[in-house]
């Protein structure tokens, strides 16, 4: 059964991945866009929390947690989203509906095997000033697009308690903006169109050790570091002028974008299958993100730096009388520096999560749902701050591969 809902999703999503626009924030127009990938439901409704090393739910992030799948076990998440947009005089609501990542976990014995497909980042932005005054100039910005991510990974169980591993990361993707010009009481506007192709390949590798300090209790660790890598962007620009067949200019452009290394380091303290709390820390370079189209003298891009805590809690998780006793419930906290420093502010992010695990009836597998609300960055030095609100749903299947059937 589990294959063949693996073989429709990817169908499905190999095509929503690049149809859908992921973002409708203002600040996706920086870089390569927003950050789409915060982790599985399960992760993301602890704020990123991601230590334990679990058996039936995949850690994207950290190839290490591979090693310890009990279970072959696919997943596949994505988020309705409701965006505030205001800035110190206006406001303005956005929707969007976007696939968030699919992905597949094997266990190979001490081994343990993940590969899958997810949006990296999304450009999603329509920002106009129009001035009525005769001889004004008036303009329109929209871009689209983004950076989508294959990965394969490993993981190796070098003892009960401590698992590596790593994995392979191929990024891809094309943004596309325009930007119009019109002068008021003049026929004819000016169009800029600005298409980059990107493409780039990392490297990522993870650790994770848990061991018990009483009976019951354990404690749990993981580390994970991303190396820097370049993203080569093959752009095209077209310049043309509405009514002139004549005035049309295009060129090609060949730049090569710079992601930063990045460190993340967990830990927490709980008892198996009943409760958890933790913490997460993540510290990534500035990196090179300005394209040509996008560059600008007040935009710097400095370390991005994230705080998270988190947990889960099952108050019964192998009970026969009680459903809701055996439901996984997840929140956490999370502040983010997000290293995007616009007319000298820092663009950060502080948010909320709470979430669901429902167990299906005679199965390890289960579905999720989350809900995250949060704000990012200012009203202040004529920015615009967004209050969020995300509704997030999650499917996780498990079953049992590569088994020999046995007959009496």
């Known amino acids: 059964m589990i294959k063949k809902i693996i073989i429709s999703a990817c169908l499905l999503i190999s095509f929503v991945s690049f149809a859908q626009q992921g973002t409708s924030s203002p600040y996706s127009f920086y870089g390569i866009g927003d950050t789409r990938f915060k982790g599985t439901l399960e992760n993301r409704s602890m704020a990123g929390v991601a230590v334990e090393q679990d058996s039936i739910h995949l850690n994207i992030e950290n190839p290490a947690s591979y090693a310890s799948l009990g279970q072959t076990t696919f997943s596949v998440g994505g988020t309705f989203a409701v965006n505030n947009i205001k800035s110190s005089t206006e406001s303005s ?13 094997i266990p190979l014995g001490k081994f343990g095997a993940g590969f899958g497909l997810l949006p990296l980042s999304s450009v999603g932005y329509k920002i106009s000033d129009i001035n009525p005054a005769e001889g004004a100039v008036s303009s329109q910005l929209e871009g689209k697009g983004g950076v989508n991510k294959v990965f394969f990974g490993l993981g190796y169980k070098i003892t009960p308690k401590w698992n590596i591993g790593a994995d392979l990361q191929y990024n891809f993707g094309k943004i596309t903006t325009t930007t119009i010009e019109a002068i008021t009481g003049v026929q004819n506007a000016s169009r800029e169109t600005n298409s980059s192709e990107l493409s780039g390949v990392n490297f990522n590798i993870g650790t994770m050790y848990q061991t018990k300090i009483t009976k019951k209790i354990n404690i749990y660790s993981s580390l994970s570091y991303t190396f820097g890598s370049k993203l080569n962007s093959v752009s095209s620009r077209m310049i043309e002028v509405d009514g002139d067949p004549d005035a049309v200019k295009g060129e090609s ?40 189209y996008n560059s600008s003298p007040n935009v710097k891009y400095e370390k991005y730096n994230k705080y998270a805590v988190g947990g889960y809690y099952i108050p019964n998780y192998s009970s026969f009388a009680s459903y809701f006793s055996r ?9 983010e520096k997000l290293g995007l420093v ?11 999560s709470l979430g669901a695990g429902l167990p299906i009836t005679g199965t390890f597998s289960n579905v999720n749902f989350g809900i995250e609300f949060g704000k990012r960055g200012t009203t202040s030095a004529g920015l615009v701050q967004e209050n969020y609100m995300n509704f997030s749903l999650s499917f996780s299947f498990n079953d049992r591969w590569f088994v020999k059937s046995k007959f009496n």
């Open 253 to 292: 452009v060949e730049t090569n974008l710079k992601l930063p290394n990045k460190l993340t380091f967990g830990a927490g303290i709980g008892e198996a299958r009943k409760w958890l709390i933790g913490t997460s820390f993540a510290f990534q370079g500035a990196g090179e993100l300005a394209n040509y």
């Open 93 to 105: 609501k956005a929707q969007r509906s976007t696939f968030d990542y699919l992905a597949l976990g």
């Open 327 to 335: 439901i996984t419930y997840r929140a956490g906290l999370k502040y």
């Open 342 to 352: 616009v007319n000298n502010q820092n663009i950060n992010d502080v948010g909320l």
